[in-house]
């Protein structure tokens, strides 16, 4: 698959290298990623709550940390718990705390910022990462469900097991929202495409069915009426769902939804360690990233 092969070729030193030096492309990077701190990423959070938008701060870092990494990315956490207001929410990624070198760690780390967060009433989402980290993810989520039942948790349309996580996980009072999947791998389908769409439809119409609060994570044309129909038969109240997208991405969109009665979530990447995040973007839209790299050179 074409994103699997840029996404390799990103991962490449010099390849990162010619793109965190190249004035272009940290220009293009601008436009989806709120800076290097918390405090810049609430100033991006303030302009866009002016628009009636709702924001989720996410804090992003290396998906493959070395220790130290870790560690800059738990502070960076809690600096961003610190500063955020009760109303906003933040997003965690577990790879991100270490988690693909075992839960025990993660496990930890993560349940320290989910306490600081739960203490000033802040909503945390865990973010989902690849096949491998899964399971660890589920059974993070499950774990600190107990003390934190406000946990939101994020499933991939991708995966052939979505529609059985979601019959375990989207239960009355849980948070979860659905998204395509950014990651291949095994037990993953494709990721654009008409299946693709089918696999989102089949696990939209699950979700939207459960008593969940349900959180739509898609920037789609097709699927985001699809939704809204689905949600308009559920006879679900608006502060039963929302929807959520990244910044950066389709902001008229976003505008329209919460112009006609809709919560729409902007997901606010921010971190001095942007380009796993970045690289991850720019795999699943290579063309659009490509063309904007073009004209920019220009
Ligand atoms: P697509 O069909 O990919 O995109 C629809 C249209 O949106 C495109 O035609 C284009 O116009 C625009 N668009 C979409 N993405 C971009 C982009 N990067 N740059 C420019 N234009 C773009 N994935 C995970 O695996 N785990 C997660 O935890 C996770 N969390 C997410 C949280 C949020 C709030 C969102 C919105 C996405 C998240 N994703 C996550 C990513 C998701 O899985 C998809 O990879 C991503 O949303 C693209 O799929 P799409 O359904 O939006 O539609």
């Given at each position: 698959?074409?994103?699997?092969?840029?996404?390799?070729?990103?991962?490449?030193?010099?390849?990162?290298?010619?793109?965190?030096?190249?004035?272009?492309?940290?220009?293009?990077?601008?436009?989806?990623?709120?800076?290097?701190?918390?405090?810049?990423?609430?100033?991006?959070?303030?302009?866009?709550?002016?628009?009636?938008?709702?924001?989720?701060?996410?804090?992003?870092?290396?998906?493959?940390?070395?220790?130290?990494?870790?560690?800059?990315?738990?502070?960076?956490?809690?600096?961003?718990?610190?500063?955020?207001?009760?109303?906003?929410?933040?997003?965690?990624?577990?790879?991100?705390?270490?988690?693909?070198?075992?839960?025990?760690?993660?496990?930890?780390?993560?349940?320290?910022?989910?306490?600081?967060?739960?203490?000033?009433?802040?909503?945390?989402?865990?973010?989902?990462?690849?096949?491998?980290?899964?399971?660890?993810?589920?059974?993070?989520?499950?774990?600190?469900?107990?003390?934190?039942?406000?946990?939101?948790?994020?499933?991939?349309?991708?995966?052939?097991?979505?529609?059985?996580?979601?019959?375990?996980?989207?239960?009355?009072?849980?948070?979860?929202?659905?998204?395509?999947?950014?990651?291949?791998?095994?037990?993953?389908?494709?990721?654009?495409?008409?299946?693709?769409?089918?696999?989102?439809?089949?696990?939209?119409?699950?979700?939207v069915?459960?008593?969940?609060y349900a959180m739509i994570?898609?920037?789609?044309?097709?699927?985001?009426?699809?939704?809204?129909?689905?949600i308009?038969?559920?006879?679900r109240?608006a502060q039963d769902y929302e929807f959520?997208?990244?910044?950066?991405?389709?902001?008229?969109?976003?505008?329209?939804?919460?112009?006609?009665?809709?919560r729409?979530?902007?997901?606010?990447?921010?971190?001095?360690?942007?380009?796993?995040?970045?690289?991850?973007?720019?795999?699943?839209?290579?063309?659009?990233?490509?063309?904007?790299?073009?004209?920019?050179?220009?």
């Amino acid at each position: 698959m074409i994103s699997d092969l840029m996404l390799r070729l990103s991962q490449r030193p010099e390849v990162r290298e010619a793109f965190v030096s190249n004035a272009a492309a940290t220009d293009l990077v601008a436009r989806y990623v709120a800076g290097e701190t918390a405090s810049s990423a609430l100033g991006v959070a303030a302009t866009l709550e002016e628009h009636g938008l709702d924001v989720l701060l996410a804090p992003i870092g290396s998906e493959s940390p070395s220790r130290e990494q870790v560690h800059q990315h738990v502070d960076l956490c809690h600096e961003t718990v610190a500063a955020a207001r009760p109303h906003q929410g933040i997003a965690l990624t577990p790879l991100l705390f270490g988690l693909g070198h075992g839960l025990a760690g993660a496990r930890v780390l993560v349940r320290e910022v989910v306490r600081a967060a739960d203490a000033k009433g802040l909503p945390v989402i865990l973010d989902m990462g690849p096949t491998e980290v899964v399971d660890a993810t589920v059974q993070l989520y499950r774990e600190l469900l107990g003390d934190h039942p406000g946990l939101g948790i994020t499933v991939q349309a991708a995966l052939k097991r979505t529609p059985g996580d979601l019959r375990r996980i989207a239960l009355s009072g849980a948070r979860v929202r659905l998204c395509a999947g950014a990651y291949g791998g095994p037990g993953a389908m494709h990721r654009r495409g008409q299946q693709a769409d089918l696999a989102y439809v089949r696990c939209l119409r699950a979700l939207v069915d459960s008593p969940a609060y349900a959180m739509i994570a898609t920037h789609d044309r097709r699927l985001i009426p699809i939704a809204e129909d689905l949600i308009a038969r559920s006879g679900r109240r608006a502060q039963d769902y929302e929807f959520q997208m990244l910044y950066g991405v389709r902001a008229i969109e976003q505008r329209r939804l919460v112009d006609t009665g809709r919560r729409c979530r902007v997901y606010i990447p921010f971190g001095p360690d942007w380009y796993d995040y970045v690289a991850r973007r720019f795999a699943t839209h290579p063309g659009r990233w490509l063309r904007a790299l073009w004209r920019g050179q220009r």
